[in-house]
T-cell receptor, first 113, second 110 residues
Framework: EAQVTQNPRYLITVTGKKLTVTCSQN?????MSWYRQDPGLGLRQIYY???????DKGDVPEGYKVSRKEKRNFPLILESPSPNQTSLYFC????????????FGPGTRLTVT | LAKTTQPISMDSYEGQEVNITCSHN???????ITWYQQFPSQGPRFIIQ?????VTNEVASLFIPADRKSSTLSLPRVSLSDTAVYYC???????????WGLGTSLAVNP
C-alpha cells in the first residue's frame, strides 16, 4: 500500500530536549516536505527536499533541521524544542517537482512544555 | 507571489451542490491550482488540480475563469461524509513555492 508514515504520532517533551520525527514514504517520490498546522494559521511549510541531499527552507524553518540521505526518508529534527513549536506536524511527498499531488502522512502531535 | 483567500466556513445540507471559491491575487502564468480535503486528525488528501477552464473527476469539479484570479471547487450532491476542511493551494511553478489558503470548514447538515 502506497503511504507516508510518521513516527511518533504523539510526543510530549520538555523544552530543550532534542527530538527527531521520522518520515518515510514507499512510493519512490523525489519531493518531500514538512508542514506544521496551527489553529487559524493553516498549513505552513517548514522545509522541503527536491531529491536526495537537496533541501531548502520553507516559510517557517527557524528552530528546525532536516536531512535527506535516502530517497524514502526525510526526518525532522528539533535541536532545542521550545513551547512555540507545539503543533501538529505533517510530512508529505510527491512523485516529481512537476507533479503536484502530495501524499500526506497521518501527522505527529507534538507538545513542548 | 500569489496569495490565496477563501471563506472560513460554509454550511450546506445533504444532497446540495456546494461551491467553494478561492481568490488568488497575483497568480503567475505558470501557477497551478490544487484543492485538498482534510478530516480531523488526518493529513490533507488531494481532490483536484487545474490550470485553466474546467477540470472534472469522480469527486469534484474545478472551475477556473479566463483571468485565473479565482477558482471554484464544486462538490455535487454532498453527504455528511463531506464535512471537512477544504484547502486551496497555488503552486508557483518550477520552484515549488506553495501558497496555501487557510482552509474552508464545510459543515454538511442532515
Amino acid at each position: 500500500e502506497a503511504q507516508v508514515t510518521q513516527n511518533p504520532r504523539y510526543l510530549i517533551t520538555v523544552t530543550g530536549k532534542k527530538l527527531t520525527v521520522t518520515c518515510s514514504q514507499n512510493m519512490n517520490h523525489e519531493y518531500m516536505s514538512w508542514y506544521r498546522q496551527d489553529p487559524g494559521l493553516g498549513l505552513r511549510q517548514i522545509y522541503y527536499s527536491m531529491n536526495v541531499e537537496v533541501t531548502d527552507k520553507g516559510d517557517v524553518p527557524e528552530g528546525y533541521k532536516v536531512s535527506r540521505k535516502e530517497k524514502r526518508n526525510f526526518p525532522l529534527i528539533l535541536e532545542s524544542p521550545s513551547p512555540n513549536q507545539t503543533s501538529l506536524y505533517f510530512c508529505a511527498s510527491s512523485s516529481s517537482p512537476y507533479h503536484y499531488e502530495q501524499y500526506f502522512g497521518p501527522g505527529t502531535r507534538l507538545t513542548v512544555t | 507571489l500569489a496569495k490565496t483567500t477563501q471563506p472560513i466556513s460554509m454550511d450546506s445540507y445533504e444532497g446540495q451542490e456546494v461551491n467553494i471559491t478561492c481568490s488568488h491575487n497575483n497568480i503567475a502564468t505558470n501557477d497551478y491550482i490544487t484543492w485538498y480535503q482534510q478530516f480531523p486528525s488526518q493529513g490533507p488528501r488531494f481532490i483536484i488540480q487545474g490550470y485553466k477552464t474546467k477540470v472534472t473527476n469522480e469527486v469534484a469539479s474545478l472551475f477556473i475563469p479566463a483571468d485565473r484570479k479565482s477558482s471554484t471547487l464544486s462538490l455535487p450532491r454532498v453527504s455528511l461524509s463531506d464535512t471537512a476542511v477544504y484547502y486551496c493551494l497555488v503552486h508557483a511553478g518550477n520552484n515549488r513555492k506553495l501558497i496555501w489558503g487557510l482552509g474552508t470548514s464545510l459543515a454538511v447538515n442532515p
